[in-house]
């Protein structure tokens, strides 16, 4: 590296291939990364995962040392000009509309058995509508799949933000992926009035939902820490319409985005160079540590 840098920093591991490569290489001194991917890295290349306040807590499943920031990330909007105040236009056609908007890497086999076993058991037909990002061949080897595992469902194919709104926006309820969540679909749920069914677990990626519901507002019981939990969860806003409908008057009497989109306080505005630097000056104290989870700005034990 003819830069010599004194730290690397990887805002992402995991999205990008070279990522992964690059940083099973120890090129500075100090190698360090944020969750724009949520997994943790267990190589011993990376120094530090630096997480936000209060994700803390997942600390134990990472091979690396965790730095917890002073400061909790926000969310900003797609864009200003995106329309949430949709006159939704719902199915009629008898069936409970239910969105899965998880991209298709989260689909995983557990999660697809769930809709399986709530469509098996409820007692109303249920229509899934599977946002899962899928083109081309995979699009139409994922529709197979589908056709031999549910009764009515539709494979929606990738549009433009705002013309995706518009078709979420028809849906009764959401069920989140497990045990990898959602996070940025949660918020789109929320800003759409939708009844979401949410997995919570501690792994940083399956935090996300739980914390875009508690910033909301919304009940603790739509967010379960177990397979049955969910499918309990799930069949019961299947069922219970009135349960539904609370959740979305609850939905609609909050300012959605305003607790979503909250500007920076004054005091987080430097706040992550100010974590970076004390990394970077404390550096050989936390490696000396034996502490595996340290905060920014307390004392460093021993």
């Not at 995991?14 to 090129?27: I, L, V």
């Not at 069936?95 to 109303?124: D, G, Q, T, W």
């Not at 009764?151 to 069920?175: G, H, I, K």
């Amino acid at each position: 590296m003819r830069l010599e840098p004194d730290i690397i920093y990887y805002p992402s591991l995991g999205m990008s291939e070279w990522t992964q490569m690059t940083s099973n290489q120890r090129f500075a001194p100090i190698q360090l990364m944020t969750l724009g991917h949520p997994a943790p890295a267990m190589m011993d290349t990376m120094d530090y995962a630096l997480v936000q306040a209060g994700h803390g807590e997942a600390a134990s499943e990472f091979g690396q040392k965790v730095i917890e920031r002073q400061a909790w990330g926000q969310f900003a909007p797609f864009s200003e000009s995106t329309n949430f105040a949709i006159e939704a236009k719902p199915f009629d056609d008898g069936r409970l509309h239910i969105a899965v908007n998880s991209s298709l890497m989260k689909l995983s086999p557990r999660f697809l058995v769930m809709c399986e076993r709530l469509e098996a058991e409820a007692k109303r037909p249920l229509h899934f509508h599977f946002f899962a990002s899928a083109a081309g061949v995979m699009f139409d080897r994922l529709r197979q799949v589908f056709e031999r595992r549910f009764r009515y469902f539709t494979l929606e194919p990738a549009r433009q933000y705002q013309a995706f709104l518009n078709v979420l926006s028809r849906c009764d309820l959401a069920l989140a992926a497990f045990p990898f969540g959602n996070t940025n679909s949660t918020v789109d749920t929320c800003l759409l009035g939708i009844p979401t069914v949410a997995y919570y677990a501690n792994e940083v990626l399956s935090i996300g939902d739980r914390d875009v519901m508690r910033l909301v507002g919304l009940p603790s019981w739509l967010v379960s820490d177990s397979d049955e939990g969910y499918f309990e969860t799930a069949m019961k806003l299947i069922h219970d319409d009135e349960a539904r409908k609370s959740i979305v008057d609850q939905l609609k009497a909050t300012d959605v985005k305003a607790r979503l989109f909250q500007a920076p306080r004054p005091e987080d505005e430097h706040e992550f160079v100010e974590a970076m630097d004390w990394i970077y000056r404390n550096h050989e104290a936390l490696q000396a540590s034996a502490q595996h989870l340290l905060k920014v700005g307390e004392p460093i034990p021993a």
